[in-house]
């Protein structure tokens, strides 16, 4: 059975994306990776209107006196990358603001805590090596970017960099300096909600931010992912997302507040009791910095 519509000729008929004119207006693209994260910002968005470009809903409007489009991501790298990429050729994107939970890695940081890393990388983007005597090693023609954990060696990722025509091996992903300068001001003196620790949740600007298609959940990762990356937080969406606004030359920033300690933690996964928590946390720190940017 054929996958596509038929045209009275009989041939395949492309999909309509939307039924809704082209959006020729510049936008912030604003994204979360699930509902329970988007739905507080969904409240305050104002003269919201809605399209469907292929598997996903982008809502149009205003926020924070900005306009903006709005879409969930997709959990996962893959759904990121692809919904990412469907915004900014379907709409005039200025800047990439993502919004969410994350597990905390850094053993200085605790859960409600909001981290804005200065730059992102897959950690499962590598091989899986061999077995030997002395040890998991890769072939000879290849090399790994940081110490594995066991079998797994990390590696870059192949790009086309922005205006380049041949791609280009690269581990990092930086966040737009000019994002993470207006991001330390709008932390200073932000109110978050506390999650029940000793300490008041605080902004963590700067560091390292790890993505893979991996809920984790195991605490010998967790600790090497903080000593081979130098990690804060590690995601399922953030490094395919910055990948994405590389290659395209779009400005991309990340706010993540930690929900759990991604197996850190002495007990059951604590995602289900400060999801909530965690969600607001991180969207209160990027209503802020969107109140911040420059007016296009």
Same mark, same amino acid.
């Given at each position: 059975m054929t996958q596509f519509p038929l045209g009275p000729d009989g041939a395949p008929q492309a999909r309509r994306h939307t039924d809704l004119p082209p959006d020729a207006r510049p936008r912030i693209a604003v994204i979360?990776?699930?509902a329970p994260e988007i739905a507080i910002l969904e409240t305050a968005l104002e003269g919201a209107e809605t399209r469907r470009i292929g598997p996903a809903h982008y809502t149009t409007g205003q926020l924070e006196g900005r306009d903006v489009v709005l879409f969930l991501s997709g959990i996962s790298t893959v759904n990121a990358a692809? /919904? /990412?990429?469907a %915004? $900014?050729?379907h709409f005039d994107i200025t @800047? =990439? $603001?993502f919004s969410g939970i994350a597990g905390g890695v850094d053993p200085n940081l605790g859960i409600g805590d909001v981290v804005v890393a200065e730059r992102w990388a897959h950690y499962l983007e590598g091989a899986f090596a061999r077995e030997t005597p002395q040890g998991y090693a890769l072939p000879g023609w290849m090399d790994g970017a940081v110490a594995n954990f066991g079998m797994i060696h990390t590696r870059g990722v192949d790009v086309v960099p922005p205006g380049g025509d041949a791609p280009e091996s690269r581990f990092w992903f930086d966040s737009d300096p000019a994002l993470l300068d207006i991001a330390r001001l709008a932390a200073e003196g932000l109110e978050l909600e506390n999650a029940g620790g000793e300490l008041p949740p605080k902004v963590a600007v700067g560091g390292n931010g790890v993505s893979g298609p991996v809920f984790m959940d195991n605490a010998g990762f967790r600790d090497h992912a903080f000593a %081979? &990356?130098?990690a804060r937080v590690l995601d399922m969406e953030s %490094?395919? =997302? %910055?990948q994405v606004t590389y290659a395209n030359d779009v400005p &991309?920033? @990340?706010f993540r507040s930690l929900s759990d300690l991604a197996g850190g933690g002495g007990g059951e996964n604590e995602i289900a009791a400060f999801l909530s928590v965690a969600a607001a946390n991180s969207a209160r720190l990027m209503r @802020? =910095?969107?109140r911040r940017m420059p007016q296009e």
């Open positions: 979360s990776a699930f692809m /919904t /990412t990429q %915004a $900014l050729d @800047a =990439v $603001l %081979a &990356f130098g %490094a395919s =997302v %910055a &991309f920033i @990340a @802020a =910095v969107l």
